[in-house]
């Protein structure tokens, strides 16, 4: 099996900053898309950020500019750095992963537990 592990969140100000880490691990051939959702209190969860085992990201319009992700294949590790944090960015954020599985022809897709992230004064 395959899990992911999420670290990182917590109680910040606004126009703090945090970074969270995503560690993907057990039996994993290959991980393809790798991706950063929240769920804000009483939403649905949506996509933050993702990016591609090469490396190119992308963002939702709301955090454009101040959230950037990055990730090292060698570890299966991915990061959301996020600066200028508002309020509005109050959410449990959730990693998720597109993973080929050793000896598994197809890939499989898991999620992080998510990690809490408030920003307040």
């Known amino acids: 099996q395959v899990q992911l592990v999420e670290s990182g969140g917590g109680l910040v100000q606004p126009g703090g900053s945090l970074r969270l880490t995503c560690a993907a691990s057990g039996s994993i051939f290959s991980i393809n898309d790798m991706d950063w959702y929240h769920q804000p209190p009483g939403k649905q969860r949506e996509l933050v950020a993702a990016i591609t085992s090469g490396g190119i990201a992308n963002y939702a319009d709301s955090v454009k500019g101040r959230f950037t992700i990055s990730r090292d294949n060698a570890k299966n590790t991915v990061y959301l750095e996020m600066n200028s944090l508002k309020p509005e960015d109050t959410a449990v954020y959730y990693c998720?992963?597109?993973?080929?599985?050793?000896?598994?022809?197809?890939?499989?897709?898991?999620w992080g537990q998510g990690t809490q992230v408030t920003v307040s004064s």
């Open positions: 998720h992963a597109i993973v080929r599985r050793l000896g598994a022809p197809v890939t499989y897709s898991y």
